[in-house]
């Protein structure tokens, strides 16, 4: 198993940025496809950004395509998630997820939240008006 530290949450004003971040430990990371999924109150957990363990593939939900990034670093063991021009229904608990992938393709990545064994706690963002 790996294990998931995400850090980075907090409050800011709508059209704002933040970038969060996913430290990873226990296991050779870059053999891990990692995403970030979200989940606000009374709603389901739902997909925000994929990246393939060789960071050379990402995929977006519609919803944050053009606003968000995600990265790595494996040297740092680290996953990113830019998020740019924030909006209000961008509030929600913002989780990190890693998926062994070494007998996958290193481009190959994951957007199902039930692919994920691995999970983070989550930070909190909270976007104002």
């Known amino acids: 198993q790996v294990q998931l530290v995400e850090s980075g949450g907090g409050l800011v004003q709508a059209g704002g940025s933040l970038r969060l971040s996913c430290a990873a430990s226990?296991?050779?990371?870059?053999?891990?496809?990692m995403g970030w999924f979200r989940q606000a109150p009374g709603k389901e957990r739902e997909f925000v950004a994929a990246?393939?363990?060789?960071?050379?593939?990402?995929n977006y939900a519609d919803s944050v395509k053009g606003r968000f990034t995600i990265s790595r670093d494996n040297a740092k063991n680290t996953v990113y998630l830019q998020m740019n021009s924030l909006k209000l229904e961008d509030t929600a608990n913002y989780y990190c997820a890693a998926k062994n992938s070494i007998f996958r393709s290193s481009t190959y990545y994951y957007t199902r939240r039930y692919e994920y064994d691995n999970w983070g706690q989550g930070t909190q963002v909270t976007v104002s008006s």
């Open positions: 226990g296991r050779t990371v870059s053999n891990y496809a």
């Open positions: 990246i393939s363990r060789s960071g050379g593939s990402t």
